[in-house]
């Protein structure tokens, strides 16, 4: 199985507040690229996916944080789709410093398949069903 | 009970997104912004803290969005503190539209006193804990 | 004239750096948030301008940065609309500690009257003008 | 000479507003991620500067918005140190599509030397200084 996939990614200076660290919120932007990434990888791009009149909007977040991450680390994020996606598409990441294995934060997101028009949940159309089965088939 | 407090907040342009409705990450910013309010209400100031050597880093977030807020929309962000605070602080919030009765997001954010010279969990100073007191006494 | 219009503003701790200041960009929300109520003020919604098909696009910053402010100031963002809306609307700004007179920062932004559908410049719409000439008028 | 040094970057969702497009304060963020990694290509970490007591503050910001970037473009954001450092550090930015041409925003950033400490303006260390001579070397 090719999954998780692994994204690295710099901190940067705004990214920090006053007691050092990156700020507690940011964490959700570094989820958001490294699923992105994670889809690209797949063969999946977010914004054919808008073309095509299909939105994934984030319908539940979750996140823990053990320890911190500084200005200019360099940190992973990993990604991990827990299962085939149907209507909803729950996500596992777990962030470390780049070369290290104790995780400073984890996170889960439940994206959702809707039509863009009709703003209703829909099925994932087939060519990211496929890409799915590919991306999580564990031969 | 003086709680829940409630904070309005008026949406802003670069709050939204090509959908056009809220980010899903700014609401972690409006829960911020509440506490933060809900606690000067009380009279607590971060900054006090922070000035007497304690932080307090969040450390548990979930959140669930249930419809959308749209750019200039103003929400009222209700924050309540579910117990006196020990040294974790869990905090409920709920957003609706001024005037409204539909919950748009629900949060849960839980922080944590730390001493901020030993990065250390603290309890509460005396004076968060009297506030605390009369700010969630029922009668 | 009842311009300049002045906008109150709490220095929130997402918006601060590890220097404990607020993060030079964030004065371009400040200011954001500052002529969309200085217009509002004068009765204009940008909301409703986007409805009936204007966008307002920004097409020239300039800011300079004297003095810094630090979490949970409390700030005062003085707008000046320099002349009449044609095409351009050019803005002034000035960023001072509320009731204190030193500037920590200035500012200028130019916006554009732009058709969204076409994406090309236009005149501003009558009910804009007329607000702005009462807005502006030395009488 | 080594320089203009290029970044590349991904647009993020988040960084787009309800017109589809990048939204104006996002260049200032791409600008520093862009400097931070041309100071690293010419041997100047920014965080060891921090370590031996110097701050870079922003002191000017100038921008020009010419042509708007979207979701999932990849740019490439141009910089150019225009003179050896000296108290103030005037950087000039370009930002493209990758392998186009046309320039989408360009912006210039006046950074100055300060003493972290006191707070006030300082030359730059000789290790910068011959960094600099040395990426500036037109030979």
Known sequence: MALPYTYERRVRYRECDPMGVVYHTVYLDYFEEARTEALRHMGVRYRDLEAD??????????????????????LAIDVQFAQPPSVRVPIEY????????????????????????QRRPTRPPPAVRQAFAAGLDPS
């Not at 009149?53 to 360099?74: K, T």
């Not at 777990?94 to 028009?117: K, N, Q, S």
């Open 94 to 117: 777990a962030v470390r410093h780049v070369g290290a294995d104790d995780v400073l934060t984890t996170g889960h997101t439940t994206l959702c398949f809707m039509d863009a028009e």
């Open 53 to 74: 009149g299909i939105i994934m909007p984030v319908v539940h977040v979750e996140m823990d944080y053990h320890a911190s991450a500084h200005y200019d680390d360099l």
